[in-house]
């Protein structure tokens, strides 16, 4: 007998749980002007909390959304945050309890994946959550960026209400083209362009050809010096950029780099493969560092997930998928460029769940995970087929934080 027990959290308990996070980071409580906009992004039956005698000691949260997966499918989604447990309460099973019972009840709403962003990364694994894409950093030294070419398109700033408007659409279109990228619920708009405080200043350039949108950049000004050589130099900080076509991307980045009176350009959480660099007549003006994990990933449903996405040519593969926490996804899978079935064979490969959402979106292969003794290989060639099955053409990315 456990001497906790988890609730679904009612629109009375919201702010209690949202402060228990807050302190699990160290973090003050919200303020009365953030917690309008916070308290937007709580979806009635999304919270839960643990409850030791009636008193809140842990909290977990998740966003409805979707996900693009290989081949250009969208699945149901849930963005998983706001995961908390208070300090006198960790280690004692909180935490595993608040996972069980929300992975149950992904299942229940038939969300077919989750993920989350992972403050420690040693804590999700055994849940099932899996690294499956990867982000960088990108600083440009502007005195030395001297652009090889020109905007080619028009790019103009306009006003926060009509900006907001032009990037939800564009967002909504252009996102799901890329593997990995996700939907964004209303409130994460609102949390990210309205909550911020006046000294934030954010601002929207948005590109467009033929009398068409087709791009948006999301930037912030941070003032100080205008030479990098200075402490505190005059940043400018790409926040969110989205582009319908590879122009459309390269005039935006271009807008961002010509803009005055600025000495860094500097990207959070932009894609490994993004060709920034490739922009520039001096490319060591760009630096690109920090690679780190992004997506952790969950599949809920497996078989779900893997019938969602497509395969290349290739070999059939039977893959063992071992799963503690959702067992019915427990089993062996073919795997075929003709799809997926369950199927009562033995397996060739065998892995943990949390093994296969690293492979999920292509962003590992399974020859790296044999390599590592990440998974058991049973078939010596099984590695090598469900590398050929699964690979993709473009490296995932969400692009999304939450």
């Not at 791009?215 to 010096?225: H, I, M, R, S």
């Amino acid at each position: 007998m456990t001497d906790h027990d988890i609730r679904v959290l009612d629109d009375s308990q919201y702010r209690a749980a949202h402060t228990l996070f807050r302190s699990t980071l160290h973090h003050p409580p919200t303020n009365d002007d953030a917690w309008k906009f916070i308290r937007e992004s709580y979806e009635p039956g999304r919270a839960l909390g643990a409850f030791a005698e009636d008193e809140l000691i842990g909290t977990v949260q998740a966003f409805p959304s979707r996900m693009a997966v290989p081949g250009g499918a969208v699945v149901p989604h849930a963005a998983v945050s706001r995961v908390g447990v208070r300090s006198d309460w960790t280690r004692r099973g909180v935490l595993s309890a608040l996972q069980r019972a929300q992975l149950r009840s992904f299942v229940e709403s038939g969300d077919v994946v989750a993920t989350l962003r992972a403050t420690e990364s040693l804590i999700y694994g055994r849940f099932g959550y899996g690294v499956a894409s990867r982000y960088r950093t990108v600083r440009v030294d502007r005195s030395r960026a001297v652009p090889r070419t020109r905007i080619a398109g028009r790019v103009r700033l306009v006003d926060l209400e009509a900006g907001e408007r032009i990037a939800r659409s564009l967002y909504e279109e252009v996102a799901p083209r890329r593997v990995g990228t996700i939907g964004r619920w209303p409130a994460w708009w609102s949390m990210n362009l309205h909550r911020p405080t006046p000294e934030d200043n954010p601002r929207i350039a948005v590109r467009s050809s033929a009398g068409q949108d087709d791009g948006f950049l999301l930037y912030k000004v941070k003032p100080g010096a205008h030479d990098v050589s200075e402490k505190k130099p005059t940043i400018l900080e790409v926040v969110d950029l989205w582009a319908r076509t590879p122009e459309a991307w390269a005039d935006l980045w271009l807008f961002a780099l010509g803009v005055d009176l600025v000495a860094e350009v500097v990207a959070f959480g932009r894609p490994v493969d993004e060709p920034v660099e490739w922009l520039l007549g001096d490319r060591r003006a760009c630096k690109a560092f920090g690679e780190e994990d992004e997506t952790w990933l969950r599949l809920v449903d497996v078989p779900a997930a893997l019938g969602a996405r497509t395969y290349h040519d290739g070999a059939p593969v039977l893959i063992g998928v071992r799963d503690t926490y959702l067992p019915d996804n427990t089993g062996t899978y073919r795997v075929s460029a003709d799809g997926v079935s369950r199927v009562s064979d033995a397996p060739e490969v065998v892995l943990d769940v949390d093994t296969l959402a690293s492979t999920y979106l292509g962003d590992v292969s399974f020859s790296t995970l044999a390599a590592t003794r990440r998974l058991d290989v049973v078939a010596p060639d099984a590695p090598v087929r469900a590398d050929a099955l699964f690979a993709v053409s473009e490296t995932p990315w969400c692009g999304t934080y939450f």
